[in-house]
């Protein structure tokens, strides 16, 4: 699913938007008075051409185009999904929407940014408040899945849908809020956190720093892939939740947390935050500390998707739309994606053990594409790799987008063996090559068997075109 979409506002969130539709193939168009509005979203553009494709095993589509616009009126003419990303001043989202309203299609959907403010208040006083809808996403847009989706009664049952389908064909979870509130859900979670946080800082307790190291080295880590309340089931041992329930539930009676009250921001208790936090990251760029975010993203996305768990399986699923459907031809192209940054060792550049990983999924579509695929294998039978030679030709380093190139050279019987070239897109260079031999085998006995007689027709067909057609062509 791509078309175009209007970002209006395109500051930190806006540019994220627009790096997440543009790099899904969509057609971006932008609206920002800001003069330096161009460089901003170029840098964040930047970073996420460098991250997102790194979550993938397979190439992302074609980037959509890029274009600035010098009015609201010129930036959403046309546009499908229009994304609101103005600050959060409830009079300038209202004299936005209006503009947007004046010009844009009736059918499209309008999404706002907001952190806060209930989809009826942004509707108040719109002439088609049907089809205004709160899509609150999380920074970076490009790589956090989570979109907060809020309708009103007024929204169009239409518009919830639309947005759904199109948020979920780019790889995002939509989270549909059941009912209207100020602030949705993840912030009211995160203020909690923020104002408890607040007050240990205003007391002397706890430093920036070490706040963040409880966050970061603790409980964080299993919020990242089990949330909150998966995560206290397992702390009630064998008897789940009603277990840590009524061990833990008399702490709330308490007085452990000051929730109820909010410090003041007196120019004191924020200066001491600045300071702080100065000391703890000042000695890096904003630029940098958004690029180690991330990598670290990155490898902790792909440690989920590779368990197929949390954020990780909406990554799988979406990875299998992006997969173009492979079909026999004499240049077969095998694999096309980018080097992610945790493949890469202490010498900078791609360990060799990823490009076994590399060759090992070039062989699993040529199974696909003979019809040992997933479910075949489900069914007992598949292809085990018994011998390869791989050759270092080149260095392969992180972000690098490469190609793999496969040919049947072998095709009889238990066999298949395949001739693998992997060369980068950019310039053709020649990274490695390995030549590896698959026996067919039988998953019950675990000793190799004589494929079904339409697997190995289509095995024989594609080494007869890989022989007819000589050597792989240079990418």
């Not at 806006?14 to 003069?35: A, C, Q």
């Not at 790589?143 to 919830?160: C, R």
């Not at 720093?209 to 299993?222: K, M, T």
């Amino acid at each position: 699913m791509k078309g175009t979409a209007a970002i209006v506002g395109g500051g930190v969130i806006g540019g994220g938007w627009t790096s997440r539709f543009l790099l899904n193939g969509w057609n971006v168009r932008v609206f920002d008075p800001d003069p330096e509005a161009k460089r901003k979203i170029g840098d964040v553009l930047s970073n996420a051409r460098h991250g997102l494709p790194m979550l993938y095993d397979c190439a992302l589509p074609p980037e959509g185009a890029l274009s600035f616009h010098p009015s609201i009126g010129e930036a959403v003419e046309g546009a499908e999904w229009i994304q609101e990303s103005v600050p959060e001043c409830l009079e300038l989202k209202h004299a936005t929407l209006a503009e947007i309203q004046a010009d844009c299609d009736p059918l499209a959907v309008i999404g706002s940014s907001t952190s806060g403010f209930k989809p009826s208040t942004l509707q108040k006083g719109a002439p088609r408040p049907e089809q205004i809808i709160v899509t609150h996403p999380f920074n970076p847009v490009y790589l956090l899945p989570l979109v907060e989706v809020v309708a009103s009664g007024q929204t169009a049952p239409s518009i919830l849908a639309k947005t759904k389908a199109i948020l979920g064909a780019m790889g995002m979870h939509p989270l549909i809020v059941r009912a209207e509130i100020d602030a949705h859900i993840a912030d009211r979670l995160l203020e909690a956190v923020w104002r408890e946080s607040l007050w240990m800082i205003d007391d002397g307790i706890a430093t920036t720093q070490e706040i963040d190291d409880a966050i970061r080295f603790g409980f964080g880590l299993r919020w990242a892939q089990m949330g909150l309340f998966e995560t206290y089931r397992i702390a009630g041992g064998e008897a789940g939740m009603e277990h840590f329930i009524r061990q833990f539930g008399p702490a709330l009676q308490w007085p452990w947390t000051k929730l109820v009250d909010v410090p003041e921001l007196t120019e004191e208790l924020i200066h001491k935050l600045v300071d702080l936090s100065n000391a703890q990251s000042g000695h890096m760029t904003i630029r940098e500390l958004e690029r180690k975010r991330d990598n670290n993203l990155v490898a902790m996305l792909r440690a989920l998707k590779q368990q197929g768990s949390a954020a990780g399986r909406l990554l799988l699923d979406h990875e299998r739309r992006l997969r173009p459907a492979l079909a026999p031809a004499a240049n077969l192209m095998t694999a096309r994606r980018v080097v992610p940054t945790d493949w890469t060792d202490l010498n900078g550049h791609m360990n060799e053990s990823r490009y076994g990983q590399v060759f090992s999924d070039a062989a699993e579509a040529v199974m696909a594409l003979v019809g040992a695929d997933e479910d075949y294998i489900a069914s007992g039978l598949s292809y085990f790799t018994v011998e390869t030679e791989t050759k270092f030709l080149a260095e392969t380093h992180a972000g690098e987008r490469f190609v793999v190139h496969t040919r049947v050279t072998e095709g009889a019987r238990k066999k298949i063996r395949c001739f693998h070239e992997m060369r980068r897109e950019t310039d053709g260079t020649l990274l490695a090559t390995c030549d590896q031999l698959m026996i067919h085998v039988d998953l019950a006995k675990r000793r190799a068997c004589e494929p079904p007689e339409e697997v190995q027709q289509k095995v024989e067909a594609l080494a007869a075109l890989h022989a007819s057609a000589g050597g792989l062509p240079d990418a």
